[in-house]
């Protein structure tokens, strides 16, 4: 009976049900790569294509089998098809079925498989929203014939206790996100890339990384001579000045110097009308994180804390600035008590105050300490030494080379270091 049918014909055929296989595999291909967060902003787009895809990878178990269905019977079909096409033109031979055989392998792995699925995977979004528009009502023609498949598999499946895909998204965890920022450099400004990375960093980061130590607040004694206090606010770098009774211990308040000044313009201050006007002090424990205590400022319409330990003592002074800083780089209106931290000498060395945090020499100095122990360089060192060190002490930390240069009050005050590109010149010069 297919004698009848014109060659010709059948080679059409044969061509159309290629194309139709190779469809079927570049559709597989290209749903299963496309991008479900892309996808998710094309949805909120309005784009239907996407739509229609989204609903789609919602079952991805009958999408799949539907697909693979039609493959399969497709390539069975192919595969007569190319027999038939061999006996006429070869006759019923002994070789004529091998050589069908091998003709349909061939033409089904190149057209129907790897080509399909190499352009799938290419351009995986376009294809897929527009093949989207095709399975969709296909999926709904063969609904169901497909179910009886599907209830065979899902049978299976539940033999085997395995759950069916879904096509929602995986959640992505920080290490993700943050690779994600890092390799979409491309698409975000440098500085709004640097911001993302500082985000992420601030969730491993507590007040103690940021804050201003003990010896460097800036503080008024109300003790003090009226004189004294008003030169002291006159002369200072910030808006807020911590003001405490006889020592640090024993805070009293935080001042506004603005509402200081305002005061002033009316008369000279007592020091009872001075205790009026200071806000009562806001004290938070160490080891707070970050994002806790900023969003605590937030609640809280508050810009200064002081971190105490747990015997309540005052280790340092964390304000708004600081976490802010840490997310957005540094202000302009900088401290000069900040550039007292650290300095770069000719040589290429840094000298560094004691109290210098460790993270702001990794991040401004290009340092590399680690940041999982002590906070500050003193602590560093006298970690490393187990012992209060004497000023000329040499000490090799993450491959730096760091000397004592001053000590104070069983405390390492000034620190010099050099680089590890120092340490390779004196090997190779020995």
Known sequence: MTDEIPIQWLFATLAVMLACSGFFSMSETCMMALNRYRLRHLVREGSRGARLASNLLQRTDELLAFILAGNTVINAATTVLVAEIARRLLGEGDYTLAIATGAASFAILIFAEILPKIFGARFSEPIALAASYLLTPL???????????????????????????????????????????LEGGKFIPKKHQSIFLNLFELEDMTVDDTMTPRTHIESIDIEDDIDEINTHVSTSHHTRLVV??????????????????????????????????????????????????????????????LVVDEYGEILGLCTLQDILEE??????????MAGRLYSRETD???????????????????????????????GLVLEALEDIPEPGTHVEIAGYRMEVIQVLDRMVKVVRISGRQDKTGEAEAA
Not at 146 to 174: D, H, T
Not at 259 to 280: A, F, H, S, V
Not at 327 to 336: H, L, N, R
């Open 348 to 378: 290429g060395s840094v000298i560094a105050d004691g109290a210098c945090p460790l993270r702001v020499l990794n991040r401004k100095a290009g340092f590399e300490f680690p940041l999982d122990g002590p906070k500050t360089v003193n």
């Open 244 to 305: 405490y009774e006889g020592s640090l211990d024993k805070v009293v308040g935080i001042l506004h110097v603005r509402k200081y000044l305002n005061t002033t313009r009316k008369g000279e201050l007592t020091k009872d009308e001075l205790r009026g006007i200071l806000r009562e002090p806001y004290f938070v424990p160490e080891g707070t994180k970050l994002l806790d205590q900023l969003q605590n400022f937030q609640d809280r319409l508050r810009h200064v804390a």
């Open 327 to 336: 997310i957005v780089g540094e202000f302009t209106s900088q401290s000069p």
């Open 139 to 181: 999926l709904r023609v063969t609904k169901p014939l497909m179910y009886l498949i599907n209830l065979l598999v899902k049978g299976i499946l539940l033999v085997l206790r395995i759950q069916p895909v879904g096509g929602e998204a995986q959640p992505l965890s920080m290490g993700e996100l943050r690779t994600l920022v």
